[in-house]
């Protein structure tokens, strides 16, 4: 007589059962967290205005140069363009 081994799903559970009690107490101290949306002022571009000074006027504390990154970022500016009188700036708050 031939004997069969029988196929036995223990360390299939085991197994699964073991990655749960891994996995979980991770996933359970897991906090997400939605991206605020960033809010924007619009500016118009006057005669003379320069991004600098357009910057020091929405600049409360802090760097003016970070608030020209910012607004040529939202913006899509390039590093050396220039802002025309009649254009239309996002400034984020």
Known sequence: MVRRKRFSLMPVISLA??????????????HLYAASAQRYTTV????????????????SSGDVQDTIDRISEANHLALAS????????????
């Open 17 to 30: 059962a073991l990655s749960l009690m891994v996995a979980l107490p991770s996933l359970s101290n897991m």
């Open 44 to 59: 118009t571009v006057k005669p003379g205005d320069t991004l600098w000074s357009i910057a020091a006027r929405h600049t």
């Open 82 to 93: 220039t802002i025309q009188p009649g254009e239309h700036l996002r400034i984020p708050q």
